[in-house]
């Protein structure tokens, strides 16, 4: 990868990380339960990403049933990952919510020699470590209260969640367009998620559309495309990695919008993790 490709493409991963983080304020301020936001989020972006790939007459077939598998099993993670971070987000706060879900640098580090040939890395495993310090001095206030605890929970399970969508997604990206395997792993989530419609309150569907329009737009159909899109170049633990300075971009975005202050100690544990980007930034281009 020459210097100027590398710039290139390490650019495209940072601005997927900045939409991607404007998740953690929209899952907070949407006032829908988590699943139908979910589910109104794929809808929406289906239309999109569907779109987008007419326009420029994307290839949408599927080769083998060995792919339709990958598809839906990543599609399921994918589904799970929102879900469950969106109850992480409504249990604690933006900060809590966003930083026990990036505990996933560290399973992706751990999880990826078993879905590659790519050996366990002990400079990934020291700077996902470095990243879960980071994320100990980033949470404003770790007394387990209940809420609190349920959404760490939940953030966790939903680290992992993303860890398998994105390793399994990775097989995908030299023979299918990154559009092209978004928007099957968004048909997957709406279809799965459809009984949400006859369960949930979704009565003021209506005034947060807007808000669902943006999260369906900004965050999925543009962010996740281009995370996905970032998958050819680099591997899951180096994206992981990367994408780690998310939590920070969701904690100033929290700040600026919905008045979220951050402490002392979110700079402490930012700067941990904004070092790990920075090495792996540098590491990534050779």
């Not at 919510?97 to 020699?113: D, Q, R, W």
Request: proline share 3%.
């Amino acid at each position: 990868m020459t210097d100027q490709n590398h710039t290139k493409h390490l650019s495209v991963l940072f601005i997927a990380t900045l939409f991607i983080s404007t998740s953690g304020v929209l899952g907070r301020y949407i006032a829908m339960p988590p699943e139908a936001i979910i589910l109104f989020r794929a809808l929406l972006a289906t239309i999109f990403i569907y779109i987008f790939c007419k326009i420029k007459k994307v290839n949408l077939s599927i080769y083998s049933k060995k792919d339709k598998i990958s598809f839906l099993i990543s599609g399921f993670f994918m589904g799970a990952h929102w879900v469950t971070y969106f109850y992480a987000l409504k249990l604690s706060n933006v900060a809590i919510g966003m930083l026990s879900m990036f505990t996933f640098p560290i399973m992706t580090a751990f999880l990826e020699p078993f879905f590659s040939k790519q050996k366990l890395s002990f400079v990934h495993v020291f700077l996902a470590m470095l990243v879960l310090v980071g994320i100990y001095f980033l949470v404003p206030d770790f007394s387990i209260e209940n809420n609190q605890a349920k959404g760490i929970l939940f953030g966790i399970f939903s680290a992992l969640c993303y860890s398998l969508r994105n390793l399994i997604t990775k097989k995908s990206v030299t023979n299918y367009n990154s559009s092209a395997i978004m928007l099957f792993q968004l048909i997957t989530v709406s279809v799965l998620l459809l009984p949400v419609l006859f369960i949930s309150d979704i009565s003021n569907l209506e005034s947060q559309l807007p808000f669902l329009l943006l999260v369906a737009l900004v965050t999925t159909a543009i962010g996740h495309t281009l995370l996905v899109n970032s998958l050819q170049y680099f591997s899951v633990s180096t994206a992981s990695i990367i994408g780690s300075v998310q939590p920070i971009f969701g904690i100033i975005i929290a700040y600026l919008f919905i008045n979220e202050v951050p402490n002392k100690n979110t700079f402490i544990g930012g700067s941990l993790i904004l070092i790990t980007v920075v090495i792996e930034s540098l590491r990534s281009k050779k």
